[in-house]
């Protein structure tokens, strides 16, 4: 069966304003977007043999695999210049159906395990993969629907004070979201040529991990003051963050109060403080420094804490005519990173789990981020404009723990998915007459799929280093059209960026792009 998928979008604006010389300029945006996608995704990878001889290949049981997504939003904000101050509100709903039918188990076994099974060389399993062999495949309708709505006011105050300049922001939100899983799962008979026939229909909503609905309160408030005193900028700020959230399930699929059988809500309440400063050096050179608290909420359960951290960074900018450059050294210190059961985390889980939140011990994450930028000039009409970008992070578990997210964790273990070092070099070719041509090269480091990686010297708990190639030349038609042409991974690379949820995942083979901009 075909893979690939379908989509469409429809956006439309609409804005109204007075004039520019209004004594009170006033302005009111409105948006709507509208976006419809029928997809052939699946969780389902390939095992490392598999991935070897044929990249891009499905196994059997993914075959009815597919995506339906509907999603509508609707924006709308209004903003008045008074004499010192601006004011905005606004207001958003997004509404987004989906229904991932997607398999789930083959032969009773989880799609993890029967990849863990085939790599480790259980030739029965690589057969059930691969469709040589009879089995049951339970196909679940992943159907949920979420909701994100809310409102928000911001005041933005500009005056002097002595020697100070001021300029702050502050603000309120309310905001709401919910997610609803009314779910079933379908039992088919794969047949020893890979044939799926349906054996048995699924009922929606029939276990408390198909019938569930969690939804969230949040009151955010914020103030922040940029002040200015001489080559000196301050800017200082806190957030308060207050979130109440609730999950109830049904062991049947009518939602009457005697099939509850989960109902747990819990409020979070945090104050979230943040400094930044920056110094102007000289007309070239201005340096950067800051502090900020960080904060996630915990979910719905009592007893799982916030997750709390404190980010430091300092650094610095050189600008030189065509020449810039930036270096900023980071540091993220976690008292407690929040894992999330989900499959596509991969997380060891069960159905009770998915969805759950478990506080998962302390985390330093340091790195270093690098920009380099020229633009030459070769005569009168060309630019060549050179950029370089690198990025070396590194991200370790500072205490021994184990949970159903992360599993057996040790001190010094890495965290998942993070990669050591990334790199991008990008050249480009612009004339005046509008027509330009760029290439850019990126690199990523591999990294560990499993925190034991390190510990276990798997190569099935690691992914490839990742190297990319893309293409893009464009030319200007008008004031308002530019058509472009674009080739992303031309080179056809091949490697493996994932291991989660299941298996093997490669990367986005070569595609090409022919297209328009139209500004109006």
């Not at 959230?245 to 109060?257: D, L, S």
């Not at 990173?337 to 159905?351: L, M, P, Y």
Request: glycine residues 8%.
């Amino acid at each position: 069966k075909t893979t690939g998928l379908d989509k469409t979008d429809y956006m439309a604006k609409f804005q109204l304003n007075t004039s520019a010389d209004a004594q009170n300029y006033q302005k009111l945006l409105v948006k709507y977007l509208k976006s419809d996608e029928s997809s052939n995704q699946s969780y389902l990878g390939l095992t490392d043999a598999d991935f070897a001889s044929s990249s891009y290949r499905r196994y059997a049981a993914s075959q009815n695999d597919q995506m339906n997504v509907q999603h509508e939003q609707l924006q709308a904000r209004y903003s008045i210049e008074l004499s010192n101050m601006n004011f905005h509100v606004a207001a958003y709903r997004n509404e987004t159906a989906r229904n991932w039918y997607k398999a789930s188990k083959i032969g009773d076994l989880s799609l993890g395990a029967i990849i863990d099974a085939a790599n480790g060389g259980d030739d029965s399993a690589t057969a059930l993969l691969r469709g040589e062999a009879e089995a049951e495949v339970n196909i679940k309708h992943n159907n949920r629907a979420y909701l994100a709505q809310g409102v928000e006011f911001t005041l933005e105050w500009e005056f002097e004070s002595g020697n100070l300049n001021h300029n702050i922001e502050t603000g309120v939100r309310l905001h709401q979201d919910e997610e609803d899983r009314f779910q079933a799962e379908d039992v088919y008979f794969q047949s020893i040529n890979g044939g799926l026939t349906l054996s048995e229909v699924g009922v929606f909503g029939d276990t408390p991990s198909n019938n569930r609905l969690t939804g969230a309160n949040a009151l955010a408030m914020y103030i922040r003051d940029e002040i200015k005193f001489g080559d000196w900028t301050f800017s200082p700020g806190v957030r308060s963050e207050n979130v109440e959230v609730r999950r109830r399930e049904w062991n049947a699929p009518e939602r009457i109060t005697s099939n509850i059988s989960k109902d747990q809500s819990n409020s979070q309440n945090e104050l979230i403080p943040g400094l930044g400063v920056t110094y102007q050096v000289n007309d070239s050179i201005l340096m950067l420094g800051g502090i900020n608290k960080g904060f996630a909420p915990a979910g719905y359960k009592p007893e799982t804490e916030n997750e709390e951290s404190l980010s430091y960074e300092l650094g610095g900018r050189i600008t030189i005519g065509e020449f810039y450059a930036e270096a900023i050294f980071f540091l993220n210190d976690y008292d407690n990173i929040i894992g999330e059961c989900t499959t596509v985390s991969g997380a060891n889980c069960n159905n009770d789990e998915d969805g759950t939140q478990f506080n998962s011990g302390a985390v330093t994450v340091n790195g270093l981020e690098f920009i380099l930028a020229y633009e030459f000039s070769a005569g009168a009409h060309y630019k060549l404009p050179l950029n370089f970008n690198y990025t070396y992070m590194s991200g370790e578990f500072d205490s021994t723990f184990d949970n159903s997210f992360f599993g057996d964790v040790q001190k010094g273990d890495p965290l998942t998915y993070f990669p050591e070092q990334q790199a991008q070099l990008s050249f480009g070719i612009e004339h005046s007459n509008g027509w330009g041509l760029r290439a850019a090269v990126s690199y990523v480091d591999p990294v560990c799929t499993q925190v034991s990686c390190e510990r276990s010297f798997n190569s099935f708990d690691r992914t490839d280093a990742v190297f990319n190639l893309d293409l893009v030349a464009d030319y200007r038609l008008s004031e308002t059209a530019t058509a472009y042409f674009k080739v992303e991974n031309a080179s056809n690379e091949v490697d493996i960026i994932g291991r989660h949820p299941a298996g093997t995942m490669v990367q986005k083979d070569r595609s090409i792009y022919l297209g328009m901009r139209i500004d109006i």
